[in-house]
C-alpha cells in the first residue's frame, strides 16, 4: 500500500519530491474501500491511480470474482449485544469473559445490521455447556419494521443437550437469505435453558456476500459522471446504501477523507453500523 500511495501521490519536480497528502487520503481510503469490497484490481492508468478490471482474479480470492459479487465478509456479534427479552429479566443476564449465561430459562436478542442487497448464507455460534439438563439454539430472524411478525430462517443449535463444554455450532443458509432492509429488520434469538453459568453464549457469526448490479448508464451524483475514474467504485457505494453522498446530490469525490469518516465508511460496508 506504500507503494501504490507513493505512485500516485507524488511527482518529480528536478531533485524535489512533492506530496499531495489530500490526495494520497483518497487513494488510501479507496484502496481499503477496494479491499473491504474483494475488489480486484488492473492496469495503472496514466495518473498513476489503478484502474479496476471486472474481470481479473481478486488479490484477495476465495474465487475469480466478476464485477457485482464479493467474497464472505463476517460480522461477529459480541455476547454482550444480546439483550434479555421473553421470560428473562435483565438483573438475571450475567457475564463470564466473553459469555452470557441466564438464571432462570429464556430468550436473548440480539438485532443486526447487514447491508441491503446482500445475501446472507453462513451462520456460527460458540458456547458452552456444562448441564446436562441445559442447551443453547438460535435463530436468524427477519421481522417486519414494526417487529409484529418475524419469520424463522434458520435454526442452529445443539444437537446433544449435553456437550462437556466449549463448543460451536454451523449452520448454512440455503437458498441464502437477501436482505431488503426497506421493509425488514433482522434479529439473532437464542434460547437457553439450564439457569446457571454451566450453560453459555458466546458469540454470533454471521457471513454474507454483496451482490451489487453493474454500474448504472446514468450517474447517481452530479459531480461523478459516468466516464469519472472512480464511477464504478461510487456507484457500487451507493447501490449499498454505505454512502448518500455529501449533500446536493453531490459525492465530492475530491474532497478529503478523515479517519473517522473512514471508519463509517467500512463499518457500513462491513454491516458493523449499530444503532444509537
Not at 475488489?39 to 479496476?52: F, I, K, M, S, V
Not at 448464507?121 to 417487529?147: A, H, K, T, W
Not at 463448543?167 to 435453558?193: E, K, W
Request: hydrophobic residues 35%.
Amino acid at each position: 500500500m506504500a507503494l501504490r500511495c507513493r505512485s500516485a501521490c507524488t511527482r518529480e519536480a528536478g531533485q524535489e519530491v512533492v506530496m499531495n497528502w489530500r490526495r494520497c487520503q483518497l487513494v488510501v481510503c479507496f484502496v481499503i474501500l477496494t479491499v473491504a469490497f474483494a475488489g480486484p484490481l488492473g492496469a495503472e492508468d496514466p495518473n498513476g491511480y489503478e484502474r479496476w478490471d471486472p474481470d481479473a482474479d481478486s488479490q484477495y480470492p476465495e474465487s475469480a470474482l466478476k464485477w457485482g459479487t464479493s467474497d464472505a465478509i463476517p460480522i461477529a456479534i459480541p455476547s454482550t449485544a444480546f439483550d434479555a427479552n421473553d421470560g428473562i429479566s435483565a438483573a438475571n443476564v450475567r457475564g463470564i469473559g466473553s459469555y452470557r449465561y441466564c438464571l432462570n430459562e429464556g430468550w436473548l436478542y440480539a438485532p443486526f445490521y447487514p447491508t441491503n442487497g446482500s445475501s446472507i448464507d453462513y451462520l456460527m455460534f460458540r458456547g458452552i455447556d456444562y448441564n446436562p439438563s441445559g442447551y443453547v439454539s438460535c435463530d436468524l430472524l427477519e421481522c417486519s419494521d414494526d417487529q409484529e411478525s418475524c419469520d424463522v430462517i434458520k435454526s442452529l443449535g445443539t444437537d446433544d443437550p449435553f456437550v462437556g463444554g466449549p463448543f460451536s455450532v454451523t449452520a448454512v443458509v440455503n437458498p441464502s437469505l437477501t436482505v431488503d432492509t426497506s421493509q425488514n429488520t433482522y434479529v439473532i434469538r437464542c434460547h437457553l435453558t439450564g439457569g446457571t453459568d454451566t450453560t453459555r453464549l458466546g458469540n454470533f457469526r454471521i457471513k454474507y456476500h454483496l451482490q451489487v448490479s453493474p454500474s448504472p448508464a446514468t450517474a447517481t451524483f452530479g459531480d461523478v459522471p459516468t466516464g469519472h475514474l472512480f464511477f464504478q467504485h461510487i456507484e457500487a457505494l451507493a447501490a449499498s446504501e454505505i454512502t448518500a453522498g455529501c449533500g446536493g446530490g453531490n459525492y465530492c469525490p475530491d474532497d478529503a477523507v478523515t479517519r473517522g469518516q473512514m471508519a463509517v465508511f467500512l463499518a457500513k460496508a462491513l454491516g458493523l453500523h449499530w444503532p444509537g
